[in-house]
């Protein structure tokens, strides 16, 4: 029932315009920290549109019946990584602050679907070991950019704990890479 239902036509077009105007807003979102970027790290900055990005294109292409691998390895990784991230990291504004306005709920809930889209759509995926591992080094440079160069989204009240964070970050990344092979290659290799 649920693989009909992620191969519809129709459900595929409106996951794409979700995902698409949730990009562009995302976009919109870091425009304040992206203004105060050198130009070097601007594409590694906003770390949710791109991933929602990755996964729009996929969905554009899986619209039509063609699949972009490299696209597809750094959607579910990436979408699995930044939607958990997000979560977590709005949960922890939540305990340390004590609440947490409407816009930081509505990050909790669109982050979520983000990591869960990505997933649903694994056995579509027609990925090799070569795309994980392009995608495994995007995500991992991605961290050292973040954590080393300071270029990582922030949650000021969370910023005395960017080392923790930036740790819990590399193992959400590994986490990530982990899950996308497991549900991509493992299972098709069982």
Same mark, same amino acid.
């Given at each position: 029932?649920?693989?009909?239902?992620?191969?519809?036509?129709? &459900?595929?077009?409106?996951?794409?315009?979700?995902?698409?105007f949730g990009t562009l807003y995302g976009y919109?979102?870091?425009?304040?920290?992206?203004?105060?970027?050198?130009?070097? &790290?601007?594409? $590694?900055?906003?770390?949710?549109?791109?991933?929602?990005?990755?996964?729009?294109?996929?969905?554009?292409?899986?619209?039509?019946?063609?699949?972009?691998?490299?696209?597809?390895?750094?959607?579910?990784?990436?979408?699995?990584?930044?939607?958990?991230?997000?979560?977590v990291m709005n949960f922890l504004t939540l305990?340390?602050?004590?609440?947490?306005?409407?816009?930081?709920?509505?990050?909790?809930?669109?982050?979520?679907?983000?990591?869960?889209?990505?997933?649903?759509?694994?056995?579509?995926?027609?990925?090799?070991?070569?795309?994980?591992?392009?995608?495994?080094?995007?995500?991992?440079?991605?961290?050292?950019?973040?954590?080393? $160069?300071?270029?990582?989204?922030?949650?000021?009240?969370?910023?005395?704990?960017?080392?923790?964070?930036?740790?819990?970050?590399?193992?959400?990344?590994?986490l990530s890479i982990v899950i996308a092979y497991?549900?991509?290659?493992?299972?098709?290799?069982?």
């Amino acid at each position: 029932m649920i693989k009909y239902i992620l191969q519809d036509k129709k &459900f595929i077009l409106l996951l794409f315009l979700i995902n698409f105007f949730g990009t562009l807003y995302g976009y919109y979102w870091y425009k304040s920290q992206l203004a105060n970027t050198p130009d070097l &790290f601007l594409i $590694f900055v906003p770390d949710s549109p791109t991933a929602s990005l990755f996964f729009t294109f996929f969905l554009l292409f899986f619209l039509f019946g063609r699949n972009v691998p490299y696209i597809e390895a750094l959607a579910i990784i990436t979408l699995f990584k930044y939607g958990t991230w997000a979560v977590v990291m709005n949960f922890l504004t939540l305990i340390v602050e004590g609440s947490l306005g409407w816009q930081g709920y509505m990050l909790m809930a669109s982050h979520a679907g983000m990591a869960i889209q990505g997933l649903l759509y694994a056995p579509f995926y027609k990925i090799k070991l070569r795309h994980i591992v392009i995608a495994a080094i995007w995500t991992l440079h991605n961290d050292v950019i973040d954590y080393l $160069f300071g270029m990582m989204p922030t949650y000021s009240s969370l910023n005395q704990y960017m080392n923790e964070i930036g740790y819990f970050t590399f193992w959400l990344s590994i986490l990530s890479i982990v899950i996308a092979y497991w549900l991509t290659i493992h299972k098709k290799e069982l």
